[in-house]
């Protein structure tokens, strides 16, 4: 197996070489003619059939080899740039992908198609695959730096996302008060961190996400929990498949369902640090600030807010939702909210099946509190360990992430997201 893998090490790198060099004889995306794009799309076809097929034969030897016999846990990010290194042509290097996040969305050759072609190949696999899975839901090294100012002093200020510990809950609030807590690469960074901190400090019993007050002018001075994806950084090319659609995922999201790994226990096993978590839902939850509820052990919302999965509108995957919406609402509601961009009132009956709890704006701070102190109970922990195993096998999430990586990745380049993302070129 091992000449095989060099052979196919060595064809793959001549094939992707063959590829590159018609590319770069090209003129950039922006100003290519129809012919010229044509051309670079063929190329492109035959060197990603050439990918998939190594991968249909070699992918557990691949990810042994960037893992060391899966010795060592290696997230997302440094897993894609391994495999540019070791297995070149394989997926795009750090300076192409540089290249690439210089230019507008419209205005790409779509490398990142590759790295979805690649993970999927990974999480498709029944041994890299979990282990990928465990690599992703350990502690990051920013987290592990700052716990101790935590310990110290009880709060932390990572510019999108602030963490107070009070009363033994860890309280975090989202603040990009500008955009209405819109997510981008750098704040999946933050929540992932506040989230390993949350789940690290020992003094801390229970978890709590809220959203802060903003500055935005229609609405400033309210409450907002999350606005979904940033769709000025999408259209931009500030919008990765690694580092924020994957690693939210696998990461933040993953983690508040799932808890953070530790050290690993005598025998081998890994110690989970699980605890609950809380919402509060002020004014909306839109696209990504509506698929996190679905993780959360108890969700309150004020009495005018909403939630809304517009999916078709943007023209990308929901996250996890299709794999998660339908247990909470029922398989009709979620295809007229995922589909059909339905907008859930916290007002409606069916608003239940996804807040457990509606009051209105004066009372929700009360409300939260009485939240937090059940959700304390000695067997609290034990019950939602157990709830969750029956909701969601590590098996399926592992199976439609591997199915999720590939097809975000097409979605992130198709023309109809290319085109409505496109409206945001130069707004304020």
Not at 132 to 145: I, Q
Not at 267 to 272: I, S
Not at 379 to 401: D, I, K
């Amino acid at each position: 197996m091992c000449g095989e893998l060099e052979q196919a090490r060595v064809v793959l790198a001549k094939a992707a070489v063959r590829c590159d060099d018609l590319i770069a004889s090209l003129p950039d995306p922006a100003l290519r003619s129809p012919e010229q794009r044509a051309d670079a799309a063929a190329a492109r076809g035959e060197a990603r059939a050439l990918r998939a097929a190594f991968l249909g034969v070699h992918a557990d030897a691949v990810y042994d080899e960037l893992t060391a016999d899966r010795t060592r846990y290696v997230r997302v990010a440094e897993l894609a740039d391994g495999a540019a290194t070791a297995f070149p042509g394989l997926v795009p290097t750090p300076e192409r992908l540089a290249t690439e996040r210089s230019r507008q969305q419209a205005d790409k050759d779509g490398d990142e198609i590759d790295q979805g072609l690649f993970f999927r190949a990974v999480l498709r696999s029944p041994t890299a695959g979990p282990h990928l899975l465990d690599a992703m839901l350990r502690p990051t090294p920013r987290s592990l730096g700052l716990l101790p100012e935590l310990l110290r002093t009880g709060t932390v200020d990572l510019g999108s996302v602030r963490m107070e510990r009070s009363a033994g809950a860890a309280r975090l609030t989202m603040c990009r008060d500008d955009c209405l807590n819109a997510e981008d690469n750098q704040q999946i960074d933050d929540m992932e961190t506040a989230v390993d901190l949350a789940l690290l400090d020992p003094a801390v019993k229970v978890c709590l996400l809220r959203g802060g007050e903003m500055t935005h002018p229609r609405y400033r001075g309210r409450r907002v929990f999350s606005a979904g994806v940033n769709l000025k950084s999408l259209h931009g090319g500030g919008i990765s498949l690694v580092d924020f659609l994957l690693r939210r995922e696998l990461g933040y999201v993953h983690k508040i369902f799932r808890g953070v790994l530790t050290e690993d226990a005598p025998g081998g096993l890994p110690v989970t640090v699980e605890k609950p978590w809380v919402a509060a839902v002020d004014t909306f939850a839109i696209g990504g600030g509506a698929q996190i509820l679905l993780v959360f052990d108890h969700v309150l919302a004020a009495s005018d807010a909403y939630v809304s999965l517009p999916a078709a509108k943007e023209g990308i995957i929901p996250g996890a939702s299709n794999f998660r919406l339908g247990r909470a609402v029922g398989p009709r509601l979620a295809r007229q909210m995922i589909l059909g961009g339905r907008r859930l009132r916290a007002s409606e009956p069916e608003a239940r099946l996804v807040f457990d709890e509606v009051h209105e704006s004066e009372a929700l701070d009360e409300a939260i509190e009485g939240a937090l102190r059940r959700l304390r109970g000695s067997a609290v922990l034990a019950n939602r360990r157990m709830l969750n195993l029956a909701e969601e096998s590590r098996s399926e999430f592992q199976t439609y992430m591997a199915e999720f990586a590939f097809q975000q990745a097409l979605r992130l380049y198709s023309p109809d997201v290319i085109d409505k993302v496109g409206r945001f070129a130069g707004s304020g």
